[in-house]
Every structure is written in structure tokens, then in C-alpha cells.
């Protein structure tokens, strides 16, 4: 009755050893042609990067039972990461070299249950605002069907990064 579930990443450093070379459009549109690893985390929860262009970016994911939670449904905690994930990297998406960011915050709002049944889900992240030290992004995991799943805004502060 016991299942496994393997999976294997890059190492990260490569393409942190980018951040601040180049543009963040330019940085995750190389993770998209897989000229550059993804994170870890989406090897870990199973999600992608699917697409990319200013200011918005779109993961996908496929429920799996590995993600769910003990009462039969997909954890929040991976409903969040996806969000994050997303809001955050349309903000680094608009960044210029020599510019990074991080999360500040993050508020979700849970409104419909993922299982597996619910299919391949999107998490469409997009940047509100954005000035010279804050940013704010929302994202929002929709279903096959467009139907909203959960929302999040996050903002993210911005500063520069020295390149070597």
C-alpha cells in the first residue's frame, strides 16, 4: 500500500549565480528554455514554468495525491508556494540587472478545494505596481476551465544586487 515518488533537480547555484547578470525577464525566460535550471521547489512539488513576459508569469501543476493534506486535498502550503511563486517572479520579471527582490508578504485566500481529479491547475501571477524599493504582485491558481481556485497579493521589496 506504500508509494514513492523520486525526483531529481540541478544545482541551484547556477542559476543564482545569474541573478543580477542580466534582466529578470531575460534570467527566467532562460529557465523556460531550460538554458538554466529551475528551482528546486518545483521539482519537489512537481510544478512549471510555462510562461513568461513582463510584469506576468504562468506555472502549471498536477494535483497528485502526494500533495494532499489528511483530509484528502491539496495542502495550502502548496496553494502558497504556487502563488508566491508566481507573484513573485512576475516582479522579477520587470527587474533591470543589478536588481533582485524578496517576498515581504503573502496573503491567500483559499475558495475551492484541489484534488486529483481536479485536473492541471495554472498559477497566473501578475504585477500590480511596482516603484523603485516595492512591489506589488497577485497571482491567482485557476483550473482547466478558468475557474478560480485561490487569490494572493504579495508584495516584494526590491533592491540592488552587486555583481561581481
Known sequence: MNRTRTYEWEDPALTADQIGRSSGLSLLRAILAQRLPAAPISAALSFALEEVDEGRVVFSFIPG??????????????????????????VHST????????????????LRRITVETGK?????????????????QAQLVD??????????????LFPIPVP
Open 65 to 90: 495525491e502526494d500533495h494532499y493534506n489528511p483530509i484528502g486535498s491539496v495542502h495550502g502550503g502548496v496553494y502558497a508556494t504556487l502563488l508566491d511563486s508566481a507573484a513573485g517572479c512576475a
Open 144 to 157: 482547466e476551465a478558468d475557474g478560480l481556485l485561490a487569490h494572493a497579493t504579495s508584495s516584494c521589496m
Open 95 to 110: 527587474l533591470p540587472p543589478g536588481m533582485g527582490y524578496t517576498s515581504i508578504d503573502l496573503t491567500v485566500k483559499f
Open 121 to 137: 491547475v495554472r498559477a497566473i501571477g501578475t504585477v500590480v505596481t511596482s516603484g523603485r524599493q516595492t512591489a506589488l504582485a
